[in-house]
């Protein structure tokens, strides 16, 4: 065996050249700890035209405005965790409620606060410019969340112009339970919520709602373009840095003509 002083003329000096970075859009993603759908999701929408780079945020999984706002306090730091030296697109922060709760400009600051000037989104802004750009203003809310929740998403959409025509809540109080909800119970729930509907639009809120997979299917059978919190924030994010996602089988938003 070399010693060190030996392995140091044993060893040959190589040289390289750097490439530049990967052509597609970097997205620098912070999650939920709770979250179990929302990186499955963007699996299947990512193709050649994005990569995503994440990290994850602690959250009790506790569905109450308290413990939302609570996530906060960790944002900044998981995004600074993301892909030390390697320049993000667009920063994206996967909680539908807790944007709601936090508060959209709050948010889009924690998340970009170390990452230069880059845009950022979540799926709470992302859903409400997904209806614009479908020209919907009249949304039928299927929501998995406690009424203290559902409270300030009916506010604030109100708020931004939309007409809430109808909201149906399952109240579920922990987020680790959201992910659990069987296709057959959406369904169920939206033949309950679509009836007799005037809604331009059906949106499915909640990154950890495994929808998205059914987007196609439940646009079908109701005729309404569905948007869900991952559909949305993947069009925004793409949208953001002036791309237009190209994901066919997952809904009309998905499938934008180029």
Known sequence: MLSFEEFTSFEQPLEHQQAPRINRVHIGLVQLSTDHSLE???AKLLGTQAGVFSSRVYYS???????????????????DLIATGLPMDVMAFGCTSASIIIGQEKVAELLTKNRGDIPATNPWTAAQAAFRHLNAKKIAVFSP?????????YQQLTQAGFEVVN???LGI?????????????????????LKDSDADLVFMSCTNLRVLDHIQEIEARFGLPVVCSNSAMFWHAMHLTGRVAQCPGYGKLLNQKI
């Open 173 to 193: 109080e922990r987020d680790t339970d959201i992910t659990l909800v069987a296709k057959e119970s959406m369904f169920d729930a939206l033949e309950t919520l």
């Open 40 to 42: 499955m999701d963007w």
């Open 167 to 169: 909201l149906g809540s």
């Open 61 to 79: 999984s506790e569905m109450t405005p308290e413990a939302l706002d609570q996530i906060a306090t960790g944002i900044s730091e998981a995004s």
């Open 145 to 153: 969340y406690p009424t203290s929740v559902n409270y300030p998403l």
